[in-house]
């Protein structure tokens, strides 16, 4: 299948949830958040496009009053067709609900993009942080984020900027 | 030698005590096995047979508690820093580190924007010996042992310092 008729395909059954967004290549589709548990199971389940695998979900910090989004990559293993589903939040309070059951991949993804940006993936039955310690303070690959100035006594040498490279 | 000159038979050896305990320790300092980054491979081709560390008498323990010497080798995160200091703290006297590698030392290719890398692993534990490069090739490690095996011989456990 072709991008154009997995959109066609998504927008019959999910009429506005699907977002036209220009700005996307044509590798991608963006879907409302509200919506993504039931895209994203019938994705998954319908015959026509039967995507079975979930390779990656990946956090976009899109800078500074912009928003936070979620990707993710699936592909199919019966047709070998492939898409992006990019979902937009709110950077205040960015969530969307998880699909961890959907894909059972999803739960280490989940809890990556939730590790690094704070995105909330209600649903989610184990959402901890995964790389960082559990008392780390902040969402590390969010453009706005500082360092910590000490973690458990062991103090962090603040280091000087250099000027930026002409 | 003077009066206790021909006074032992072969098998009686004389020598200065604390020259025998430093003997003893620096020709046999077990060091602990673990690694944290690609160092730790580095430090795997120096234990195996082309560079043969046990020909020095290292030899790789997996208990902090049976080990001499810890050498800290890769990037020291702060989730791993708490648990080295640990790790040393359950290590016997007497015990030496070995800071492997820039990232151990100063934090190397992360001193600036590695949030998350500890920016030296002497701010957790006492370093004895730093072995520079990114990774060190085995013969700078061993040569960094043979440092410390040095410096372990000048020591001198039983004597009283001199205030």
């Keep these: 299948m072709t991008i154009e008729e997995i959109k066609i395909t998504l927008t019959n059954k999910f009429s506005g949830s699907i977002i036209e967004n220009e700005e996307l290549s044509d590798k991608q589709i963006e879907v409302e958040g509200s919506k993504w548990l039931e895209i994203a199971t019938f994705m998954r389940d319908d015959p026509n496009l039967s995507f079975d695998q979930l390779e990656c979900i990946t956090g976009v910090d899109t800078g500074e009053d912009a928003t936070l989004q979620s990707r993710y990559n699936l592909h199919s293993m019966e047709y070998r067709h492939k898409v992006e589903v990019v979902i937009n939040h709110d950077k205040k309070n960015p969530k969307v609900p998880s699909i961890e059951q959907v894909w059972r991949i999803g739960d280490w993804f989940e809890r990556e993009t939730y590790d ?37 006594g062991i103090v962090v040498p603040k280091i000087k900027e250099e000027d930026e490279w002409e | 030698m003077g009066v206790l000159e021909n006074k032992f038979q072969d098998n009686v050896v004389v020598a200065s005590l604390d020259k025998l305990l430093g003997w003893a320790r620096s020709t046999s300092p077990w060091y602990f096995q673990f690694g944290l980054a690609c160092c730790a491979i580095e430090m795997m081709a120096s234990a195996a047979s082309r560079h043969d560390l046990e020909r020095i008498g290292m030899m790789p323990r997996s208990s902090p508690r049976q080990a001499d010497v810890m050498i800290v080798a890769g990037t020291v995160t702060m989730k791993m820093a708490l648990r080295v200091k640990k790790l040393y703290e359950q290590m016997a006297d007497p015990k030496y580190v070995i800071s492997m590698g820039s990232c151990a030392t100063s934090g190397g290719p992360y001193w600036q924007h590695g949030y998350h890398v500890l920016k030296g692993v002497d701010l957790v534990v006492p370093v004895d010996v730093y072995v520079p490069g990114c990774p060190p090739r085995p013969e700078a490690l061993i040569e960094g042992l043979i440092k410390l095996q040095e410096k372990i011989q000048t020591e001198r456990p039983l004597t009283r310092d001199l205030v």
């Design chain 1, 116 to 152: 690094m940006f704070g995105i909330s993936y209600e649903g989610h039955r184990d959402l901890r942080r995964i790389l960082c310690p559990d008392d780390w303070e902040g969402w590390p690959l969010r453009k706005d984020y500082e360092g910590q100035e000490s973690y458990h």
